[in-house]
């Protein structure tokens, strides 16, 4: 599986920016669809999660921010970022939980896509 993601960038507080993820390759399905960031000096955070059934759920600091959806049959996820503040400036980066046949039983793998850099000044 291999994942494309793109959409990051430098804007001012309160200014909004789209990322997008597409998910290419072999698989059968995709479980669950996720944005990661990390920030300097700190742990990796999960920002947001769809599942295949659409739920989806968000980290504390982004809730009411930010919306993460899916498109193009569901094989790429979107984040959108409203009201963006200095402090999710971060190294953001999809995740992918997809299911393969192999061996003769369905498998799960995690796949990660390159990161993208999102800057909000001040």
């Known amino acids: 599986v291999q994942l494309q993601a793109s959409g990051g960038g430098l804007v001012h507080a309160g200014e909004s920016l789209r990322l997008s993820c597409a998910a290419s390759g072999s698989f059968s399905s995709i479980s669950s669809m996720n944005w990661h960031r990390q920030a300097p000096g700190k742990q990796r955070e999960l920002v947001a999660t769809?599942?295949?059934?659409?739920?989806?759920n968000y980290a504390d600091t982004v809730k009411g921010r930010f919306t993460i959806s899916t498109g193009g049959a569901k094989n790429t996820v979107f984040l959108l970022m409203n009201s963006l503040k200095p402090e999710d400036t971060a190294v953001y980066s999809c995740?992918?939980?997809?299911?393969?046949?192999?061996?003769?039983?369905?498998?799960?793998?995690?796949?990660w896509g390159q990161g993208t850099q999102v800057t909000v000044s001040s």
């Open positions: 995740n992918v939980m997809a299911k393969y046949f192999y061996g003769g039983i369905f498998r799960t793998g995690s796949y």
């Open positions: 769809i599942t295949d059934d659409g739920n989806t």
